[in-house]
């Protein structure tokens, strides 16, 4: 199967190949490849991503593919220096004496002495213990004892060990980054949040841009995942038309010869952040990176108009713990599901 299209028109620009330079002043690529599902595909999949041309893989302890993505990056035969390497740390690690072990159990799976980003995953702290999911006999999540401010000071001195080249967190409202900034010295280098047309986020991330707080967004693609569609948290809302079947995205991909996911993904790198579509076929991963490409500004503008405030991804109700409490699509929560 191959994408529809794939065929150049007269408006096709030149590809770029974007980075950015984080507040550590390491560089960070605009494009990137998500490993999220998938586990049996993830090491082959990832070596392919690799040889093709993506440089920024984006893992995480809970995911389960650590070790796929380290010997697909071994398979890939591309040098680890050249390789931007995202893993989180998931919320049962969060005391602050588990964090180094955590990262060390990340780093032996991902067959690699450093990781260049290490992500917080979600602001709410879990009991610490082997289980990821602690509940009680009625089902309820058993919390941690300790704050993510007490796990962010944790993984602060991680980067002293050159283990961990940046830090950054995930899922987390403004108001728990203002909390992170007021109370430890390490700004961090990036948020991982969800942002797609439909969940635009204008204002927030204008205030993370100013704090020097680079964005990478996941689900750039918005409802394409089926997880969405199946999960509790986001099922009915995920119904909606998907974010590629946009007519304005259509429409503005025919002008430059781009699909209606590379007009998303270009989107997203236009306003300086980056994207991590995941995707285990081929000519989805060739389509991605060739996404990278300059949208003009009238284009941009009518982008903007299909920004809903539709958030897909929030387990708020499963984790007991109120996500997003002071950012847009979280309006109408019903019992922790979006709208
Ligand atoms: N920090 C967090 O809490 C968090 C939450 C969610 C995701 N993430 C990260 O973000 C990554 C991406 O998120 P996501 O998977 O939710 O959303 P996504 O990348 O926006 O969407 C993935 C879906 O789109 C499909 N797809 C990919 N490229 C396509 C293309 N060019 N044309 C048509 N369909 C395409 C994939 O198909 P196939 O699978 O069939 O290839 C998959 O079903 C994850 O893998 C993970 O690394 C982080």
């Not at 180094?100 to 780093?107: F, G, N, Q, T, V």
């Not at 204002?203 to 918005?222: A, D, M, T, Y």
Request: hydrophobic fraction near 35%; glycine fraction near 6%.
């Amino acid at each position: 199967m191959s994408s529809a299209y794939q065929q150049p028109s007269a408006r096709t620009l030149t590809t770029r190949a974007t980075s950015y330079t984080l507040n550590t002043g390491a560089r960070i690529p605009a494009l990137g490849f998500g490993t999220f599902q998938d586990p049996d595909s993830q090491e082959d999949t990832v070596a392919r991503a690799l040889q093709k041309g993506m440089r920024l893989i984006d893992t995480a302890r809970v995911y389960d593919v650590e070790e796929q993505v380290g010997r697909g990056i071994k398979k890939s035969g591309v040098p680890r220096k050249d390789i931007f390497l995202g893993t989180k740390l998931w919320c049962n690690d969060y005391h602050p004496e588990d964090v180094e072990r955590a990262l060390d159990d990340s780093l032996r799976d991902l067959d690699t002495s450093y990781v260049d980003l290490l992500l917080m995953h979600y602001p709410c702290t879990f009991k610490r213990g082997p289980d990821r999911f602690p509940r009680d006999a009625n089902g309820r999540m058993i919390h941690g004892e300790t704050t993510y401010v007490d796990t962010w000071k944790a993984m602060e001195k991680l980067t002293k060990t050159g283990k961990v080249k940046a830090i950054g967190v995930s899922n987390f409202s403004k108001g728990e980054i203002e909390t992170l900034l007021k109370e430890s010295s390490t700004v961090p280098a990036v948020h991982q949040m969800e942002v797609h047309p439909y969940l635009q986020q204008n204002e927030f991330n204008e205030w993370l841009r100013e704090k020097g707080i680079h964005v990478v967004q996941f689900s750039p693609l918005g409802n394409m995942n089926e997880f969405y569609r199946q999960t509790g948290w986001s099922k009915e809302i995920a119904h909606m038309t998907r974010v590629i079947d946009q007519p304005i995205l259509k429409e503005i991909g025919q002008k430059y010869g781009k699909s209606p996911a590379q007009v998303a993904l270009a989107w997203g790198i236009n306003k300086a952040r980056s994207v991590i579509p995941k995707s285990v076929v081929d000519w989805q991963i060739e389509e991605n990176l060739s996404a990278d490409f300059e949208l003009e500004s009238d284009d941009m503008a009518r982008i903007a108009t299909l920004d809903m405030k539709a958030r897909f991804n929030d387990p708020s109700l499963d984790y007991e713990w109120r996500l997003y409490s002071d950012l847009e699509g979280i309006e109408g929560t019903m019992r922790g599901r979006t709208h």
